[in-house]
């Protein structure tokens, strides 16, 4: 069955590392997408990438860095520049053609040790 | 940019009830595409419903139905005979013609037997 998957479920990172939260889809879906949810809280969008070799900032980008060199695949790296990581990660995709709803990895937690 | 807001950050129903959940959004284009998406404990995000802004016609699935004012920016969720199972976190979420996410912070709602 085509899905999102994001690996690993828990992540823990230590104080001045880098860590990199993988996603993964074969719905052969364009639009790929990275959120941050803290507890009790919404979707923030991390950044977005419309195409292969492109992406753009949304809301919370500061701290993050993202890379998109093949369609399947858009790994989110939390820098240690990025303050306050603690927080759940979901990934997500949208097809081409209206009406398409994102479909959603199950999510990463990520904890400060 | 496009604004989603969910006034009511908790909600409680009795089993078998009836509740209905708000959001409004604010945007200038006149295509677009509303969903409402349900988060569970495990923290999945499942779709429930979704809308298309041309239609007039307000969507429904099953128990879960949409009041859909266009005018008035409006798209409430009724849930009809609540369950338990439908305790959850339910988010309002909307996308632009260019894939432009957005979401709301999220009702979440408790089921009482």
């Known amino acids: 069955d085509g899905g999102i998957t994001q690996s690993p479920k828990y992540l823990f990172r230590k104080e001045g590392q880098n860590v990199t939260l993988s996603c993964e889809q074969n719905?052969?879906?364009?639009?790929m997408y990275w959120y941050r949810q803290d507890p009790g809280q919404g979707l923030r969008l991390i950044y977005y990438?419309?195409?292969?070799?492109?992406?753009q900032k949304g809301d919370i980008a500061e701290g993050y860095s993202v890379s998109r060199e093949k369609k399947e695949s858009f790994p989110l790296t939390v820098t240690s520049a990025q303050k306050n990581p603690t927080a759940f990660y979901l990934c997500?995709?949208?097809?081409?053609?209206?009406?398409?709803?994102?479909?959603f990895g199950d999510g990463t937690r990520l904890s400060i040790l | 940019a496009q604004t989603v807001t969910q006034s009511q950050p908790e909600m409680s129903v009795q089993e078998a009830e009836t509740v209905t959940l708000s959001c409004t959004y604010d945007?200038?284009?006149?295509?677009?595409?509303l969903f409402w998406y349900k988060q569970p404990p495990s923290r999945q995000m499942i779709l429930v419903i979704r809308?298309?802004?041309?239609?007039?016609q307000n969507a429904t699935e099953n128990r879960f139905s949409v009041n859909f004012q266009k005018a008035a920016k409006s798209f409430s969720l009724k849930i009809s005979d609540s369950q338990l199972g439908d305790a959850a976190m339910y988010f309002c979420?909307?996308?632009?013609?260019?894939?432009?996410?957005?979401f709301g912070a999220g009702t979440r709602l408790t089921v009482k037997p």
């Open positions: 997500a995709s949208i097809g081409t053609g209206p009406y398409q709803p994102q479909h």
């Open positions: 990438s419309q195409i292969v070799n492109d992406f």
């Open positions: 719905l052969n879906h364009d639009a």
């Open positions: 945007t200038s284009e006149s295509d677009y595409y």
């Open positions: 979420a909307y996308r632009s013609p260019l894939n432009d996410m957005r």
């Open positions: 809308q298309e802004a041309y239609k007039q």
